[in-house]
């Protein structure tokens, strides 16, 4: 099975800053990569699909890059919202995994 | 407007069981697979089972397989995961969702997803 490493775990930051998270996959997965955003209470959020290509809505804030086996989610201008957990996920050889997930928090 | 609605979770002894539901709307149901997700207080996301778009194919994490069994009612447009056997480790909040892309092309994304239902597994 393919893992996904997320780092950091813990991102602390203010709004108005960027946020740079990271995705790593222990095998190759193209650009077959997702993220989503989870606040406490609700469900995930597609967020980004494909590595680069925002979900219907998200804003233009959130961009996500990379292929193969390191990826990358950005949020450029933390607005109050955005402070959430992240997930990257895919699927190889018909098993889903998630990364462990990166908290965004009020620094 | 796309929906799904989990309903069925509650409190079990380990060894019980328990059958989830979610009913869907809003799209056609036929065209796509589904994908139940959970997630255990305080942790991350963990894949359950996924299945395919005519119920033919049917997919589980290790951890639940030989104990869930995912199955589909076309003619209701809902899902469900029966759980059997039920542990401890079991206890979580269960999300389905649905793929972004129907059955046609290659998926691997969830687009939509239901509130979830907890599931409590305690003596």
């Known amino acids: 099975d393919i893992v996904l490493t997320q780092s950091p775990a813990t991102l602390s930051l203010s709004p108005g800053e960027r946020a740079t998270l990271s995705c790593r996959a222990s095998?190759?997965?193209?650009?077959?990569l997702a993220w989503y955003q989870q606040k406490p209470g609700q469900a995930p959020r597609l967020l980004i699909y494909d590595a680069s290509i925002r979900a219907t809505g998200i804003p233009a804030r959130f961009s996500g890059s990379g292929s193969g086996t390191a990826f990358s989610l950005t949020i450029s201008g933390l607005e109050p919202g955005d402070f959430a957990l992240y997930y990257c996920?895919?699927?190889?050889?018909?098993?889903?995994?998630f990364g462990q997930g990166t908290k965004v928090e009020f620094k | 407007e796309v929906q799904l609605l989990e309903s069925g979770g509650g409190l079990v002894q380990p060894g019980g069981s328990l059958r989830l539901s979610c009913a869907t709307s809003g799209f056609t149901f036929t065209s796509f697979a589904f994908i139940w997700v959970r997630q255990a207080p305080g942790k991350g996301l963990e894949w359950v089972s996924t299945?395919?778009?005519?119920?033919?194919?049917?997919y589980y994490a290790d951890s639940v397989k030989g104990r869930f069994t995912i199955s589909r009612d076309d003619s209701r447009n809902t899902l469900y995961l029966q759980m059997d056997s039920l542990r401890v480790e079991d206890r979580a909040t269960y999300y389905c969702a649905k793929f972004r892309n129907d059955a046609r092309y290659y998926y691997y994304e969830m687009d939509v997803w239901g509130q979830g239902t907890t599931v409590t597994v305690s003596s």
């Open positions: 095998q190759s997965v193209s650009s077959s």
């Open positions: 299945i395919s778009s005519n119920g033919a194919n049917t």
């Open positions: 996920q895919q699927r190889s050889n018909w098993q889903w995994t």
